[in-house]
């Protein structure tokens, strides 16, 4: 038996139509995810639909990204630079000797200066009322700065020629306060009082 195709009038297929748009079910929307987009068509369609905006964004993070890529190439560059010319150096910066700083001339010279090395000392010792006391650092003094917190001279100042005395009457220290002749210095505590009594008294000397 043969079978032919329906046909129907004009005015039936309109009528087919229109109940067949009224159906709830007849129509089915696909949405797509972004994964599915991979090739094809569905791919440029995704992209058709992008606009001008997220286009400019887009490029703005590339030009960043390739930017920090350059950036860090001339980081890189820069660096191998800067270690072969450290390692072209004669010496380089480690191991330095006498040799490289200074001749052998130039050392015996600086050790031939007679006030070319000082030795200093600092520290304390407590007044004990005593005149003429000796106070010793272990080297011939050139200057000592004696400081004595509540006493009645509160500093001293002691050079090879001449000793000062700054507190209740500032000037020359009128006693025997001075630098010894051979070792640390004198504190006099009669006329200068430098050396008064249960007093912790502080002093900084510099060798001649």
């Given at each position: 038996m043969k079978i032919g195709r329906i046909k129907y009038t004009d005015v039936e297929?309109?009528?087919?139509?229109?109940?067949?748009?009224?159906?709830?079910?007849?129509?089915?929307?696909k949405t797509i995810d972004a994964s599915e987009l991979t090739a094809g068509i569905l791919a440029l369609a995704r992209l058709s639909g992008i606009t001008n905006t997220e286009i400019a964004a887009a490029a703005g993070i590339v030009e960043s990204k390739l930017?920090?890529?350059?950036?860090?190439?001339?980081?890189?560059?820069?660096?191998?630079?800067?270690?072969?010319?450290?390692?072209?150096?004669?010496t380089g910066i480690h191991g330095v000797g006498a040799s490289t700083i200074a001749s052998l001339l130039?050392?015996?010279?600086?050790?031939?200066?007679?006030?070319?090395?000082?030795?200093?000392?600092?520290?304390?010792?407590t007044g004990n009322d005593a005149d003429d006391r000796q106070i010793t650092t272990g080297f011939k003094c050139s200057m000592v700065i004696v400081l004595m917190p509540g006493g009645t001279t509160t500093i001293g100042v002691l050079t090879p020629d001449e000793s000062f005395c700054i507190g209740a009457a500032a000037g020359h220290c009128p006693g025997a306060s001075a630098l010894h002749a051979t070792d640390g210095f004198i504190v006099e505590q009669t006329n200068d009082n430098l050396n008064e009594n249960t007093i912790v008294i502080a002093y900084w000397a510099i060798s001649e």
């Open positions: 297929a309109d009528a087919r139509i229109a109940i067949h748009t009224l159906v709830a079910n007849a129509h089915h929307i930017a920090l890529a350059q950036g860090t190439q001339a980081l890189f560059n820069k660096i191998g630079t800067d270690i072969a010319t450290h390692a072209a150096l004669a130039d050392l015996a010279t600086h050790a031939a200066l007679p006030n070319a090395h000082h030795t200093i000392a600092a520290g304390t010792f």
